[in-house]
């Protein structure tokens, strides 16, 4: 009896472990059921979420029935430096794919849903210290595309094994939108750290079903705007049209040390190369530009550049632009956007027909 008694209370406790589990299992399903519905909920043709799939779709909407002309696909230098209006009042439709915190690892799956709307060009923003970086970041939220891409590249094996982690553990989605929860949390502890300045009226308002965001006095935002990030020295306001801009500064780090050219780490030339062989698959022209770098010293080979990768090279580098136009030493703030996309509207604009 006691020998019965014993297997029937290891059964029972058994049976209260496997529900346990199955709750726990339940309710990891049903937080990746709600964060993706929520995640595309809050995407449309007003509003998109920083996460490479959003924007995608973001880019889809805003591009509806058009055929966009140029496609930039970069960082949050490209997030913050193109100014989608200034391009529109030269003519041009333009879409600008720029991403906070994803770097060259995550272009293979950017180029490939840029590719995919057919437009003329695509355009990759990188900086002339990325061609001898032996340290290539591991995807911030890395897609079988990103992975192949890697391995077909000649990656690091460590490298490889980072990214493929990170892949499985985005297939839980609470880990995939870890990095978009941050974005929206941070701010909060901002503001009570910081009061907000004193808000004006709103530049167009915003997104349906969001509040409208108030410029501060003397921020005038060239777009509507359906976001607001406050940083302590900074303001960054997220743009309906994909873009954003910071207002403010971060500080500026400027440095003594000159950039001595040391030629190409192959990994990351190979990986560039890969990227614009994507989009010329798709019947689409690829362009380079380097990004502009303040305070830049130093000396480099442009002509081995434009002779090792596969695509027009444009070079922006030594664009010369005041401290003022500098939010920190790797981003401009507003002024300088506009400055910058002037210049690359124009340096497009010089290109051959694609």
């Not at 794919?97 to 995550?106: D, E």
């Not at 440095?255 to 990986?271: Q, T």
């Amino acid at each position: 009896m006691r020998r019965n008694s014993s297997t029937s209370s290891s059964r029972r406790q058994a049976k209260r472990w496997a529900l346990l589990l199955g709750l726990v299992l339940l309710g990891l399903l049903l937080v990746d059921a709600t964060l993706v519905w929520y995640t595309q909920y809050r995407v449309s043709a007003e509003a998109y979420t920083e996460e490479v799939s959003a924007k995608a779709k973001h880019m889809r909407l805003r591009l509806a029935g058009k055929r966009a002309d140029i496609i930039f696909v970069g960082s949050s230098r490209t997030l913050y430096h193109v100014s989608t209006a200034d391009f529109e009042r030269a003519g041009w439709t333009v879409y600008n794919y720029g991403l906070s915190g994803h770097q060259i690892a995550s272009y293979p799956s950017m180029v490939e849903a840029a590719a995919r709307l057919k437009p003329a060009t695509i355009a990759i923003g990188v900086t002339i210290t990325s061609f001898d970086d032996d340290a290539i970041e591991v995807p911030s939220s890395p897609s079988l595309t990103d992975l192949r891409a890697l391995a077909a590249t000649g990656q690091s094996p460590r490298l490889l094994a980072a990214t493929a982690g990170a892949w499985l553990g985005s297939l839980h989605a609470l880990n995939y939108y870890s990095e978009i929860i941050n974005l929206r949390v941070r701010p909060v502890f901002e503001r009570l750290d910081r009061p907000l300045a004193p808000q004006s009226a709103p530049p167009g308002g915003g997104a349906p079903g969001q509040a409208a965001v108030a410029a501060a006095p003397g921020e005038v935002c060239d777009c509507k705007t359906f976001g607001l990030r406050p940083h302590r020295k900074a303001r960054i306001y997220k743009c309906t049209n994909g873009d954003a801009i910071l207002f403010g500064n971060f500080g500026l780090e400027p440095s003594d040390e000159a950039f001595v050219w040391k030629g190409f780490h192959a990994p990351y030339l190979a990986l560039l190369n890969h990227c614009l062989d994507l989009a010329r698959a798709q019947g689409v022209r690829p362009v380079v530009y380097l990004e502009p770098r303040h305070a830049f010293k130093g000396d480099y080979d442009l002509a081995a550049i434009r002779a090792a990768i596969h695509a027009p090279v444009l070079d922006f580098t030594r664009l010369e632009l005041p401290d003022a136009m500098w939010a920190n030493s790797e981003h401009l703030n507003d002024a300088g956007r506009h400055v910058f996309s002037a210049a690359l509207a124009e340096a497009f604009a010089a290109l051959p027909a694609p």
